[in-house]
Nanobody, 114 residues
Framework: QVQLVESGGGLVQPGGSLRLSCAAS????????MGWYRQAPGKRDLVARI??????NYADSVKGRFTISRDNAKNTVYLQMNNLKPEDTAVYYC?????????WGQGTQVTVSS
């Protein structure tokens, strides 16, 4: 079984920065499309995604502020979040995609407040 463990969440003031990490307990990490999602009412919305080739895409609301990256040697994906806004407050989830299967982490809380 593939397990994903998120870390790096916490309380930050508006305009501040956080770096989220997602570590996978598998050595086939290079085969996964990785993404970060955040919980909205009734659903989880895509924040950022990075493919196996390194291609990235972002939600319009975070483009220019967030950066997704991956370190295949460490089986880890990161989300660098800058210029955080109160509306970024959410539980952030890491997701791994392989053909016909997906894996989710437990989530990490990000709270942006003064």
């Amino acid at each position: 079984q593939v397990q994903l463990v998120e870390s790096g969440g916490g309380l930050v003031q508006p305009g501040g920065s956080l770096r989220l990490s997602c570590a996978a307990s598998a050595n086939i990490f290079t085969l996964y499309v990785m993404g970060w999602y955040r919980q909205a009412p009734g659903k989880r919305d895509l924040v950022a995604r990075i493919g196996t080739s390194g291609r990235t895409n972002y939600a319009d609301s975070v483009k220019g502020r967030f950066t997704i990256s991956r370190d295949n040697a460490k089986n880890t994906v990161y989300l660098q979040m800058n210029n955080l806004k109160p509306e970024d407050t959410a539980v952030y989830y890491c997701k791994a995609d392989v053909p016909s299967r997906e894996y989710w982490g437990q989530g990490t809380q990000v709270t942006v407040s003064s």
